[in-house]
């Protein structure tokens, strides 16, 4: 493990140091740049100066010893104008590989920059389910090349990939498999093997289908070499094997590889015929994916930004949540407002609020953590919902009255008065038990309405937090102590 660990340390920093050379070759080609127009010379141009065409030679050999994915990353790391530098510099071969690593805001911007053909091109060396990952960011003339330009069986297969939502088990299928029968020997199918070019990325088993490409069974590669060549197919496959179905959630499909520790899984159809395979990488890709848009929905962001994007595509991307949090801030201005008097007369109210929002809020963000995280699983359904939210109330109780207590000491240490002292534990207690209804309720609401939990919630909580917390702490402080 701490060898695995060192070698994806030392890849991303070999992988910093190649982001860095790339930096450092642009900036010195901006100042060649400069240079040439400064000089009063007209026959200097650009593309004759010995430096600029060193710059462009060890970028060039740069970015072809790069891997697609790091490619992707350097581009995202770039301001636009860089960026598409860089881009101009990519051979156009790899320009499919690289679109399908970057990001969806930067690809947009990419993309942007090519014409019909060399999308074209570019998606045409793609297989059907890499295409149809491509395909809600091509225009859709450029879709509409490409299918003419693909043969009849890869255009059913990308047909087939596009017609399930993105987060179906469908989307994540691959059509690159080895398939054989179960009536021929083992010495048969390794002589198939050898004649291939290449296994598919991440084989790990065989797949068996019958003459209606039904899926009988799988044959594993580590048994396929150990067992009596001489052996049938039938004698040596396995027939439990975990079945995806297109249809299915995929956030099903990544369950089951967890669980079972798989490396690629068949999907069929109702009627059992093998449609294709979804493999470790995809379920990664998709894990990956749902983390940062969970992050993101987390924070109130509408969408995957660009890091360098024009200030008015970001301004849209967020300003939803921001006018929300700006409409709760007024709230909690106003119920602060009711109670301007309590706060005259007691001047310690003042200071001691921010602590009440700040820590309910808190207690409620973890809560939602826990509920989005279980609905994510499928951990949460009606049998066990009442136990949660039983089992969440009681520990925001015993964490209130601890919280509050401590709280409320610190008060009674620094104005030495046990009734601000008792205010402070009573409003702890009362703020960390509406987070935690809050923190339940929210995402189950929006579960129930068919919308992601994760959108919001935490922008949400703290809001109501804010205003009910206040709320909380200063009608207490006014019945107990005014």
């Given at each position: 493990m701490t060898r695995v660990n060192n070698n994806n340390a030392q890849e991303t920093e070999d992988l910093q140091q190649h982001l860095q050379r790339i930096i450092y070759l642009l900036s010195k080609?901006?100042?060649?740049?400069g240079f040439v127009q400064m000089q009063d010379i007209k026959n200097l141009k650009l593309d004759e100066s010995p430096v600029h065409k060193q710059n462009l030679t060890e970028l060039q050999s740069l970015l072809d010893k790069l891997h697609p994915a790091d490619i992707a990353y350097i581009l995202e790391a770039l301001p636009l104008e860089d960026r598409l530098m860089i881009w101009d510099l990519v051979k156009a071969e790899r320009d499919g590989e690289i679109l399908l690593e970057t990001s969806d805001a930067v690809r947009e911007t990419l993309i942007a920059t090519m014409n019909s053909g060399e999308l074209v091109a570019a998606t045409g060396q793609l297989d059907a389910d890499e295409i149809a990952d491509l395909a809600p960011d091509l225009p859709r003339y450029v879709l509409d090349d490409l299918f003419q330009t693909l043969p009849i069986e890869e255009r059913e297969q990308l047909r087939s990939a596009m017609s399930y939502p993105e987060d179906a088990v469908?989307?994540?299928?691959?059509?690159?498999?080895?398939?054989?029968?179960?009536?021929?020997?083992?010495?048969?199918?390794?002589?198939?093997?050898r004649r291939l070019e290449d296994l598919p990325d991440h084989t790990d088993q065989l797949f068996v289908v019958d003459r209606d490409e039904k899926l009988k069974g799988v044959l594993p590669v580590n048994r396929l070499l150990v067992s009596d060549p001489d052996a049938k197919v039938a004698s040596v496959m396995s027939t439990k094997m975990v079945k995806l179905y297109p249809d299915d959630k995929a956030q099903q499909a990544t369950h089951a590889f967890e669980r079972y520790n798989l490396v690629s899984a068949?999907?069929?159809?109702?009627?059992?015929?093998?449609?294709?395979?979804?493999?470790v990488n995809a379920v990664m890709d998709f894990i990956r994916e749902e983390s940062e848009s969970e992050a993101l929905n987390l924070a109130g962001l509408r969408e995957e930004e660009d890091l360098f994007a024009p200030v008015w595509k970001s301004v849209k991307n967020r300003w939803i949540w921001l006018a929300i949090n700006l409409v709760t801030a007024f709230v909690a201005s106003r119920v602060i407002g009711v109670f301007e008097g309590s706060i005259e007369k007691l001047v310690a109210l003042a200071a001691l609020m921010p602590i009440i929002a700040s820590i309910g809020g808190n207690s409620g963000n973890q809560t939602i953590t826990m509920i989005v995280r279980a609905?994510?699983?499928?951990?949460l359904n009606v049998s066990n919902a009442r136990k949660l939210f039983a089992k969440e109330i009681g520990v925001s109780v015993v964490n209130g009255l601890v919280c509050g207590g401590v709280v409320g000491l610190f008060a009674f240490l620094i104005y030495n008065s046990i009734s601000l002292s008792l205010v402070m534990t009573l409003a702890m207690a009362l703020t960390f038990l509406l987070a935690a209804i809050l923190g339940v309720l929210i995402p189950l609401t929006l579960h129930k309405l068919g919308r992601d939990p994760a959108t919001g919630s935490n922008v949400m909580i703290t809001a109501v937090i804010d205003s009910g917390g206040f709320f909380i702490f200063l009608g207490l402080a006014t019945i107990l102590l005014l």
């Open positions: 080609q901006k100042l060649v740049e469908g989307a994540l299928m691959d059509f690159d498999m080895v398939t054989i029968r179960e009536n021929v020997t083992l010495e048969v199918v390794l002589r198939y093997l068949p999907a069929v159809d109702i009627n059992n015929k093998l449609l294709g395979r979804v493999t609905l994510a699983l499928e951990q």
